[in-house]
């Protein structure tokens, strides 16, 4: 028997560094002991977690991996994005990222001054700067003043980078459709990978940024 969607969601709530024991983690998925077995037995045949005596082991890494797994379980990303904290949040950003054959750069970090950049996509010559935003709602004043610090960022990351054709963009976990201030995109999370993958035949209704000719 498959495995349910509310199942996987529940469960991946269990997937955090450390051990827990079968009985633990029928407790944080909300289901029987045989039935959480099973899924740490899918887990760990995903190479996501290790069984040894009754006890699962995890390490950093897995609560994304299970994210992915959960995914292809046919599980929407709009549900699994609300157990993620911040830094699941941009692990998954990234992942996408890296499906659509980006480079990707995490917490990419400029000094002088110091700023940083949660996730950096690369293709095609020309880079993605992704903040993550994991609020759930926001006034429109303070969203325009979070465009302008990434914009910000943007203008600093290409002054040091050679080269470099930047679009600043602005990733959200509670959010319906894509939307704009002025031409930087504001992206759900579920919506992420169809913005990739349109990203590079919109360019000229996307801001970017490259260094000016000396």
């Known amino acids: 028997m498959q495995l349910s969607s509310k199942l996987w969601l529940d469960g991946i ?15 944080v998925a909300n289901t029987d002991k045989t039935t959480a077995k099973r899924m740490l037995q899918e887990l760990a045949a995903n190479s996501i977690g290790k ?3 009754g006890i699962i082991e995890f390490e950093e890494g897995d609560k994304l991996r299970a994210t ?3 995914l292809g379980k046919g599980v929407l990303i709009d549900e699994i994005a609300k157990n993620l904290d911040w830094r699941d949040f941009e692990g998954l950003a990234a992942q996408i990222l890296e499906s659509r054959d ?23 010559g020309v880079a993605m700067l992704i903040d993550c935003k994991h609020w759930k709602k926001t006034t429109p004043s303070a969203l325009q003043d ?3 610090k990434q914009v910000e960022r943007t203008k600093n990351y290409v002054a040091k980078t050679n080269g ?7 990733v959200t976990l509670y959010q319906d459709k894509v939307s704009f201030v002025g031409k930087v995109p504001i992206v759900p ?14 360019l000229e209704n996307i801001e970017t940024i490259e260094k000016e000719s000396q």
């Open 102 to 124: 980006c480079a990707t750069i995490r917490n990419y970090i400029m000094t002088n001054p110091r700023m940083e950049i949660d996730v950096v996509g690369i293709r095609l």
């Open 51 to 53: 069984m040894n005596d």
């Open 68 to 70: 992915i797994l959960a």
């Open 164 to 170: 470099a054709i930047a679009a600043p963009v602005i």
């Open 13 to 27: 709530r269990g997937v955090i560094p450390g051990g827990i024991s079968i009985e633990d983690f029928a407790q």
């Open 146 to 148: 979070i465009v302008e």
């Open 189 to 202: 999370i579920f919506q992420l990978a169809t913005f990739v993958d349109e990203f590079y035949g919109n």
